[in-house]
């Protein structure tokens, strides 16, 4: 049993950054992350973890800056050549990451739990942290849209987060089991900081919270719950959180953020720059910071990785 | 309704090869090809059809000359990856190799037939001729070995044919039917000419033979049926013909593939080099003649087609 210090929830890009900085603040064995898997979807008969992949390839240092996803120096014969073919490819399948999603169906298809090939594949890649799926059950977001409900990547890549967004739900989550991992980490006597990364909240952390189990193992433990703000400024850093905040009536802001958490976690960290909401948030009843949050490079990753922990500390005591 | 006047059989690199002279030598609506699908096989989750795509890509002027299968300019990014990963790559598939795999796979899970997404996959790389698999259900030849049973892949590529080979057999193919279009074909009153292109006659020919109604009809036409041999002074061009030929017991000799087909063919061509061949082959009954059959590029494809075309339309007179 690792003595798991820190959980993290997290999504794609954003997550995957603090997720980084976590790896490289803490030993590796004290670390626990647990990725959304909501938006995995099968395609072309490929089974895609974009959450899973993005914080696997963070961690090992492949993962392509620029873009936000996939491997960096990728290659794109294939999908050239399925293009050509008249296949589908408005999902963009680099070369390499083919690989990661036809190991990952293959070793499905034989019958391996998707926790275990993530662990066979950070092996691979040399992560020694443990990266977790939220569950290793199926659960699909399905975006509630102004024309339809709208599978997760259909919405975000296929309509470019287009449709007006009204809701959502987790096809799945009802039957989805919690992962014994995640579960033996939240309770162990070591756990120190659970941190919901700067994701979208209801794409990313809510999936995970619709869990049977998960929001009720965090509602039970004392250790502190710090989620960090997705919106800086009035702007989502990355991705459709703004824009789905403004669609189902919301301010775009941290403050908006932490009401939706304040029942659940103990804490919120904001941006420096939005450090005038840190007393409306304390007014929530919630402890809040102001600390820079904005990762543009790996420094920027581990000192807020520390910030956060420290945070968490202080918190506990 | 195609006027088909020539239908040729082939397998994988030198039946393609022939099949490219018989495509320049002849009207494009007047040539049936008919691909050995018995080689196919599921890895990774991919339908792979190696005889189909040798065909596809030396038609289409792709064909990876060199190396005698794949896709000339072809990358391996993905291989690569996936070998990193600890993926099977004993099966050498390159990035746009792949997307035929992953297209063709995807139409078939869609409930597509082989031979519909064979046309498909014609029509977008600009191929006039009709490739047509031998059948669209599955067929696998199994090879006996001095070591048991293994699938064609297995001995082909992963066991470098090395396992002393004792007999084959086609699985599924006593309940696989014979494509329509192959029917209607064999039907035509325009056919004029079948060949079976210079390919393995144990692992390529026999397994189209194998399916029912295919050597039925091949018997009741009064077409010549010409027979091109693989085997050129002892050797087989490509592959392992001669190999097996010695482990059954066979001389290497085009006489012992001519005595293999004497009682199906009307004529059987050898190479220039095995004239000396020529009279005991005729003593077999068959019609025989010489020619240079050795393909080393474009022209002599072209000739060779010709030449055999010039024969069989001799032989129907």
Known sequence: MKKISTIAFSGGVGGAKLALGLARALPPDELLIVANTADDFDHLGLHICPDLDTITYTLCGRANRSQGWGVEGETWSCLDALSELGGPDWFRLGDRDIA????????LREGARLSEVTAEMCAAFGIAQRL???SDDS???????AEGEL????????????????????????SAAMHPELRAGLDSPHLRAVIFCPSNPFVSIAPMLAIPGI????RSIHTPIVAVSPIIGG????????????????P????????HYRDLVTA???????????????????????????????????RLARSVIAYCHELSR
């Open 100 to 107: 990661t999603h036809l190991y990952r169906t293959q070793r």
């Open 132 to 134: 977790l799926p939220m």
């Open 139 to 145: 659960v699909s977001t399905i975006v509630h849209t």
């Open 151 to 174: 599978p997760f990547q259909d919405y975000f890549v296929r309509r470019r987060c287009e449709p007006r967004v009204t809701g959502f739900h987790f096809a799945g989550a009802d």
């Open 215 to 218: 929001e009720e193992a965090l």
């Open 235 to 250: 702007k989502a850093v990355k991705g459709p959180a703004a824009k789905m905040m403004s669609e189902l009536g919301l």
């Open 252 to 259: 775009i802001s941290s403050l908006a953020v932490a009401k």
């Open 268 to 302: 919120f960290i904001v941006d420096e720059t939005d450090s005038d909401e840190v007393a409306c948030i304390r007014e929530l009843g919630l402890a809040c910071e102001a600390m820079p949050t904005l990762m543009n490079n790996d420094d920027d990753k581990l």
